[in-house]
């Protein structure tokens, strides 16, 4: 027993590498990203950490020396870097950054390439470029800048001796270079349009969720969780423009024995038609919601209690003269309304709601199918 226990702490221990790639994250942001951003952002952060690491280094090293014109170079690259991983942490998105960090290395693997022509080993940075590009710039940047890498590179290696330092490389060097990047090349960029892809389509189902989850799937209305939202995004709104809204909330007319006489698909037919015929009677700004069950709750914005009175009778007297008829039966659909304004900044949306609720109680305790104000 005490071994599973084990087990499963050993299992959910976070790897080293996840760790490094918190710490990247940690470093390149203070505010959580995206995924999309996030994927650029580590191999961005990991490049500047290894080129300070780099510049920081080996300063010492040409200060004792005498080598001071190159000191001063690593002193500037030091405050360049370090900028650049300061402006990347305070951004959400820094595309300038990531340029900037390719064009920085595409310089210095130019330079090695020109270096191996005289020592052929320093060529082979030039396979870093590749993964690199793809992973900061995304697919097609990356692919834009690693072939115009390559093509420069090549003509650096292929060069007469009188237009560029030292003696070209071999034709037999220069052709497997070739093979190699080009397939090199090719891998990165479909590992990276994959990815590009799996993301995209998680992203899609995310917000495919998000949508699902605040609309009811019978209606495709609003549900009481999608509308809570909305509302109190229009609350701040017409609290700072200072301007009325209303609530009309509707419950279908003995919808329960509705119910039990002709089945629930029979119900469910009505609940559509119902949220179909005030989606027709309402305008594009206001909110029709399902409420729960058989009620439906309807935000009008900027709208005061006579004018949504008006609304609320039109949807009444609409939904008492379509004729519902279910496998050739013909149903008898009518609704009970209650109505309240919002009073103002004291008021809250819930207070609201109770009173339409309140007045829709005494409609029901009245006779039904009518409209009554609060």
């Given amino acids: 027993m005490e071994s599973g226990v084990n087990d499963k702490a050993i299992k959910s221990e ?9 710490f990247l994250l940690k470093i390149g942001s203070s505010t959580p990203l995206p995924p999309a951003e996030r994927r650029k952002r580590i ?19 040409h200060i004792l020396k005498g080598h001071y014109h190159i000191a001063l170079g690593d002193f500037f690259g030091i405050v360049v870097f370090s900028s650049t991983l ?19 290395y595409f310089v210095f693997f130019v330079i090695t390439t020109v270096l191996g022509r005289r020592e052929v080993s320093y060529f082979l940075w030039a396979f870093v470029f590749p993964p690199m590009a793809f992973s900061i710039l995304g697919e097609k940047k990356g692919m834009i800048a690693s072939m115009l890498f390559f093509f420069v590179s090549l003509f650096l290696m292929a060069a007469p001796e009188g237009m560029v330092l030292y003696s070209p490389y071999s034709r037999f060097v220069i052709f497997r270079y070739t093979v190699i990047y080009l ?20 992203e899609n189902e995310k917000r495919r969720y998000e949508i699902e989850s605040k609309h009811d799937p019978l209606t495709r209305l609003l549900n009481r969780r999608g509308a809570l939202e909305q509302f109190e995004k ?17 419950d279908i007319d003995d919808f329960k024995k509705l119910n039990d006489t002709y089945g629930h698909d029979a119900g469910d037919y009505v609940l559509k038609t119902v949220a179909q015929i005030m989606q027709n009677q309402v305008r594009g700004i206001d909110c029709p919601v399902r409420w729960g069950g058989e009620e439906f709750l309807i935000m ?59 007045a829709l109680y005494r409609g029901k305790e009245s006779g039904k199918n009518k409209v009554v104000v609060s």
């Fill in 183 to 202: 397939i090199l090349t090719f891998i990165v960029y479909y590992y990276e349009a994959s990815q590009q892809q799996l993301l995209r389509h998680i």
């Fill in 14 to 22: 976070p790897s080293y590498g996840s760790r490094f790639i918190r």
């Fill in 234 to 250: 229009e609350l701040d709104r017409q609290l700072r423009l200072g301007r009325p809204f209303t609530f009309i909330l509707g």
């Fill in 43 to 61: 191999p961005a952060v990991a490049a500047l950490l290894v080129s300070l690491f780099a510049v920081t280094s080996f300063s010492p090293y």
């Fill in 300 to 358: 009008l914005i900027e709208t005061e209690l006579e004018g949504g009175k008006s609304v609320a009778e039109r949807i009444r007297k609409k939904i008492e003269n379509t004729d519902f008829v279910y496998k050739g039966t013909k149903l008898t659909v009518t609704m009970t309304f209650g109505m309240s304004q919002w009073a103002g900044p004291d008021d809250d949306i819930d207070a609201c709601i109770m009173r339409a609720d309140k």
């Fill in 86 to 104: 300061l402006y990347i942490r305070s951004r959400q998105e820094a595309d300038a950054a990531y340029f900037f960090v390719c064009f920085t």
